[in-house]
């Protein structure tokens, strides 16, 4: 049922599987359109040179996305866990400690990525006709990874109570207010590939705000109390043993794709620019 936590263990399996599954499927299918949003709108309104500089950071963009991303993921395990054995106040414990070992992290990821992010680039071999632009666009991307951690950890948390439907709403409005974004702060305010970044981790804020506003009227479950923001050593381990290897595995994942891109930046900006639509196209199917 939407907007409700609801047992996955009751009634037919094969019923319970799709009704989670179909809307974690279409989830992806719109992020990928979210990620594509920025591109296209970016070469149709600035130039395909701006598309190529924004195709550039792709891969280190994933790297933190990426492992911010599995992160979370990994958190929820243990909140899943914790409602699935209907401990009520183990999965509040859960949430109250997903929540601060999230900001600890993003703090110490948002730091380091903002201080690399141009030499990584000359690593990379970026040409020089778009490495200022995709610098524009990551130095915001990273500044709100905080934006993308949260809203990636309250659906995470949704789904732990599962619910895969109401973090799809939220996704779908994510997308539609990037799109309008990208369009006002690029044309009306030309604010060039900065201002697709800027549009992104607004549209992100702005749902994650949305969503834990509407979370915690019709989740009552997600409504802290004083004592559940007591961290114990034991049970943040449990979070992060989980959640560290799962954005582990994301990120060398994504370190594969740099040395891809590298690979690419040497043929130059138009193998890029091909690169970089191909790319979300076979993301897309994937």
């Known amino acids: 049922m939407f907007g409700q936590a609801k047992d996955l263990t009751k009634g037919s399996p094969l019923r319970q599987t799709l009704l989670f599954a179909v809307p974690l499927l279409i989830g992806n299918v719109f992020q990928q359109f979210y990620n ?11 130039s395909t040179t701006a598309l190529a500089a924004i195709g550039a950071t792709g891969a280190i963009a994933f790297l933190v ?40 992290v993003t703090v110490v990821v948002t730091a380091l990525s903002v201080h690399t992010a141009y030499p990584l680039f000359r690593l990379m071999d970026t040409p020089a006709d778009i490495i200022d ?10 500044a709100g990874t905080i934006a993308t951690v949260f809203f990636n ?15 799809l709403l939220f996704l779908v409005l994510a997308c539609i207010v990037n799109i309008i ?18 549009a992104t981790i ?33 049970f943040a381990w449990k979070h992060l043993a989980i959640g560290l290897s799962m954005g582990a595995q994301m990120a060398i994942i994504a370190v594969g794709t740099i040395v ?23 993301q897309l199917a994937t």
Request: aromatic share 12%.
């Open 153 to 167: 950890l309250f659906s995470g948390i949704l789904r732990a109570l599962g619910d895969s439907l109401t973090p």
């Open 36 to 46: 594509m949003a920025d591109m296209i709108i970016v070469g149709r309104t600035i």
């Open 133 to 142: 632009d995709a610098y524009r666009y990551i130095i915001v991307i990273y």
């Open 202 to 234: 607004t549209a992100q804020a702005f749902s994650v705000l949305l969503c834990l506003l509407y979370s915690l009227k019709r989740f009552p479950i997600m409504r802290l109390r004083r004592e559940d923001w007591r961290l114990e050593a034991a």
């Open 260 to 282: 891809l891109q590298i690979g690419v930046n040497r043929l130059g900006t138009d193998s890029i620019k091909a690169f970089s639509a191909a790319v979300k196209i076979d």
């Open 65 to 104: 996305v990426g492992f911010s991303f599995g992160l979370t993921s990994g958190f929820t395990v243990i909140t899943a866990q914790r409602y699935g054995a209907g401990d009520t106040d183990g999965v509040r414990r859960s949430i109250a400690t997903a929540i601060v070992l999230s900001v600890a």
């Open 181 to 198: 974004l990208d369009y006002v702060l690029i044309v009306y305010f030309h604010m060039g590939v900065a201002g697709a970044g800027w």
